[in-house]
């Protein structure tokens, strides 16, 4: 009978143990499917739903310059989703993409040797890791975002780190996507406690806070304004935002990653960004990855 009891009572605790768990990302969940349930209701008609977009925008222009119709998987591809013209640019360039020769030095660079023998595959054996960082580690309670994962294996290996915005950092990160890409990847970002809950709590506030002299935040252009027509350009939306970096940007002349992009535009809303490694960049990417989830990594990609 005792025995009988200890075991109801373990099946009980393993139970709720694995429901509580489940449960971390509840609100996470509500939010990423209220996300996906906007944005297909948006791009559905244009014409239609004309008080989202752009208040000048002409009804040829609403009827002829979007793609509608778009559900949860195509926004992987950013504003070239819906941008009819600029879809068209997007894949004529995509028919002999510049960041392919930074693939190539990825690639080359997983597998050099460090000083001590070792390559990237003692900390990184597999290749196709894109779509799960950022993490949150309980062990240290903080997010763990992949450029700091791949500066911590330098270190460890007695190597200087890496800058976190272009250059070897951005062609590995290149080479990981690519590979992640190449064997059908999803972003997959978890949520498993109550302080990675808290985290994820804290990047969504950072993203939604208006902030700098323009009192903008990064909701105003890429959840409100996402679609409206930006000089000749137009917004591009959270959802799938992160699946396809790093990118080889026109405006760079080269390869860079996330947080090289973010810095730069909260800058464009007038204020000071946070540092690549600080504690709201790491939270912030960890909010907005978490949108992506469920969605194929399309990366490296080309962006303007």
Request: glycine share 6%; hydrophobic share 35%.
């Amino acid at each position: 009978m005792l025995l009988n009891i200890v075991k109801t009572t373990t099946l009980l605790i393993l139970t709720t143990c694995i429901l509580n768990a489940e449960n971390f990302n509840a609100q996470a969940e509500k939010d990423r499917i209220a996300l996906i349930d906007y944005f297909e209701a948006k791009f559905d008609d244009p014409l239609k739903n004309r008080n989202t977009f752009f208040p000048y925008s002409t009804d040829y222009e609403l009827n002829n310059s979007y793609v509608t119709g778009l559900k949860h998987q195509d926004f992987a591809k950013g504003n070239y989703a819906f941008n009819k013209d600029g879809k068209a640019q997007y894949e004529e360039i995509k028919e002999m993409p510049p960041y392919e020769d930074d693939i190539e030095a990825g690639e080359e660079l997983y597998n050099k040797k460090f000083s001590n023998g070792n390559t990237f595959a003692s900390c990184f054996p597999n290749t196709q890791i894109a779509g799960d960082y950022p993490k949150f580690i309980e062990e240290k309670q903080e997010v763990l975002t992949l450029g700091i994962a791949i500066n911590n294996c330098l270190v460890k290996n007695n190597e200087k780190k890496w800058k976190m915005k272009k250059g070897n950092m951005a062609r590995l990160q290149a080479y990981f996507a690519y590979e992640s890409m190449e064997a059908n990847k999803d972003v997959a970002i978890q949520i498993n406690s109550k302080e990675a809950a808290a985290a994820y709590e804290r990047g969504k506030e950072y993203y939604y806070t208006q902030r700098g002299y323009l009192k903008l935040s990064c909701a105003s252009c890429h959840i409100q304004g996402a679609g409206q027509r930006v000089r000749n350009e137009k917004l591009s939306q959270l959802l799938g935002q992160t699946t396809h970096f790093p990118v080889f940007r026109l405006k760079w002349s080269g390869l860079g990653t996330l947080e090289r992009r973010m810095v730069g535009c909260i800058k464009d809303e007038g204020q000071v960004p946070p540092s690549a490694e600080s504690k709201y960049m790491k939270e912030l990417l960890y909010f907005m990855s978490y949108m992506s989830n469920g969605m194929k990594i399309d990366g490296p990609d080309i962006r303007k």
